[in-house]
């Protein structure tokens, strides 16, 4: 499994658009990228995952360069409610294990 | 999606003790897996809870301390045995329900206290 290296914390304003950028030069071809968000007091909650190129949901958007050796989230927009810690993962689909290293993570502070 | 529940939701448990903490899903799932998150770290894998057959313990945790139990494709336990304050952390379990790669959902966790 691919090891992933990301900011331990971002600080951010309301309004403000946050890209978090995550490193995994190691990443295997059949590798996905997948990110976590973690409320205080909660368990971690899928966010978003891509193979190459740009995904997009109703929550973010995620970037991959034509290497894939990064990845950058983008949260349009935060709020306060944004306030989290979020975590990069790369994975690979066929890898019978399914299981999930997670990294640091990223704490997001969203400021008034 | 999967919803999934924990019991309980925290303990105050004395050292040598055991305490079983339970796992269920209110979907049929085809893997689980049980994690440990101390405050203000990252998680970090146990082991995964195989239906009918003995759980995968990561390094550094053994069965002996940690035994896990998967009856059926909901539903999963994870004991913490002869505890000690070391153990004091927040324990959650997770469900892979196929529809992602990679998509697991989490429990709330089980905030466990040992004195």
């Known amino acids: 499994l691919a090891k992933t290296t990301q900011p331990i914390s971002m600080d951010s304003y309301e309004g403000q658009e946050v890209n978090i950028t995550c490193s995994h030069n190691n990443i295997a071809t059949n590798d996905y990228i997948t990110w976590y968000q973690q409320f205080p007091s909660q368990g971690p909650r899928f966010i978003i995952q891509?193979?190459?190129t740009k995904v997009t949901n109703e929550v973010a958007s995620l970037f991959i360069p034509a290497d894939r050796k990064s990845s950058t989230l983008s949260l349009p927009r935060v709020s306060l409610s944004d306030t989290a810690v979020y975590y990069c993962l790369v994975g690979d689909e066929l890898d019978s294990s399914y299981k999930l290293i997670f990294g640091s993570g990223t704490r997001l502070l969203v400021r008034p | 999606s999967a919803v999934i529940s924990q019991k309980p939701s925290r303990d105050i448990c004395q050292r040598g003790t055991s305490l079983t903490i339970q796992c269920q899903v209110d979907s049929q799932v085809t893997m689980m897996f049980w994690y440990r998150q101390q405050p203000g770290q990252s998680l970090t894998l146990i082991a995964t809870?195989?239906?009918?057959?003995?759980?995968?313990?990561e390094s550094g945790f053994v069965i002996d301390k940690f035994p896990i139990s998967r009856p059926n494709l909901t539903f999963s336990t994870l004991t913490v045995s002869n505890m000690s304050p070391e153990d004091s952390s927040i324990y959650l379990c997770s469900a892979l329900t196929g529809t992602g790669v990679n998509e697991q959902y989490f429990g709330p966790g089980t905030r466990l206290t040992v004195t």
């Open positions: 809870a195989n239906q009918g057959s003995e759980a995968t313990y």
């Open positions: 891509g193979y190459k």
